[in-house]
């Protein structure tokens, strides 16, 4: 008789972006006709920068070739890709990097889910409330977050409610934990952090032998000066943290796939007999058993990103979607609402109308002015009561939405 593995059984009936799906297409079913503008899954629309394209199909041609072609490659990625990396994301920033430091992979949703497989079961997680559901289902999945409560809670978990009292951003543990989600710019909230409350973190994990798990997926969509780009920009974090980046929003990859992950060689985690061992070579191991690397040719594309030309085009396209973040978030203004976020990031998190639960509101919105969002109750308690929106859409919906929300609700 097989087993089942009994964790998967504590996760919601679905996952949240899959039941937003859901209850478009059947919508659609029933409304066949409906001019639907879709501003709720973080996916995007503007193309490939033609840098990108032209490496890759440079690179397609190569594997085409007897004495070009290339099969298996590293597990942990080209390093004509990871050279590019270290030379323009952290060099500039005065954040030295060794090449076996940075691990190329599918995503920085696949690596932010995954990496949790290197920790032993009985750490105590600390996430944000809202949070990115990845960060919590993926340990729910391992067993580590003991049973749910009423709220959608996890026994195990330590939950830091971002609320508007503290400006959206979690506050420190008062309880030790020994694993720290934390994402900035964030997803949903779209708020950032400063240099000195991001040392807090670190002094925090360094004083407790905590982990940082930093994700930095939209950092490229950061304006404001004084916001840092990569936690590594702090002293100490070398000691603490590990740090997911990606090209899925920045560089249109979200149906190419590519990202990478920093693992320093000083962070560390401890046996049950308090001896150190280093995260680099253990998730080296996770990966080369697990993972066959990223093919060739979209490595290829993510290097054009930095010459001259692909910085340029992906300039331009971060810039079309900020514009978009400014249009949600001035027009909800001068609609009324209560907004946070699209200043250093793709998102708006806004508060519903009236104390609205965010699964009415998402129904509402969808039914009357055929608009899709996100419901804040799907990233956690702190969620409900807000909505977020995405300023991923065509500059065209994006006007259309916003006039239609403004006018219709």
Known sequence: MAIVNENYLKLPGSYLFSEITRRVNQFKKENFDADMIRLGIGDVTQPLPP???????????????????????????YEFLIEKIIENDFRPRGVELAV?????????????????????????????????????????????????????????????????????KPPLPTTRVDLIYLCFP????????????LKAWVDYARENKAVILFDAAYEAFIREDGAPRSIFEIEGAREVAVEFRSFSKTAGFTGTRCAYTIVPKEVRAYDGNGR???????WLRRQTTKFNGVSYPVQAGAAAVFT?????QVRATIDYYMENARIIREGLEGAGYRVFGG??????????????????????LMREVHVVGTPGAGFGAHGEGYFRLTAFATRANTEKAIERISKGM
């Open 343 to 364: 200043v250093n990031a793709p998102y708006i998190w806004l508060k519903t109308p009236g104390n609205m639960k965010s699964w009415d509101f998402f129904d509402k």
């Open 100 to 168: 076996d430091e940075v691990f190329i992979s599918d995503g920085a949703k696949s690596d932010t889910a995954n990496f949790q497989e290197i920790f032993g079961v009985n750490n105590i997680l600390a996430v944000s409330d809202p949070v990115y559901p990845v960060y919590v289902d993926s340990n729910v999945m391992a067993g580590r977050t003991g049973t749910v409560n009423d709220k959608g809670q996890f026994e195990k978990i330590v939950y830091l409610p971002c609320t508007e009292e503290n400006g959206m």
């Open 308 to 312: 001259d030309e692909g910085k340029k």
């Open 51 to 77: 840098a990108v394209v032209e490496a890759m199909k440079k690179a397609v041609e190569e594997m085409g070739r007897q004495e070009t072609f290339r099969g298996y490659g590293p597990e942990q990625g």
């Open 276 to 282: 150190a061992h280093s995260l680099n070579p253990l």
């Open 186 to 197: 964030n997803n949903p909230t779209g708020m950032t952090i400063s240099r000195e409350e």
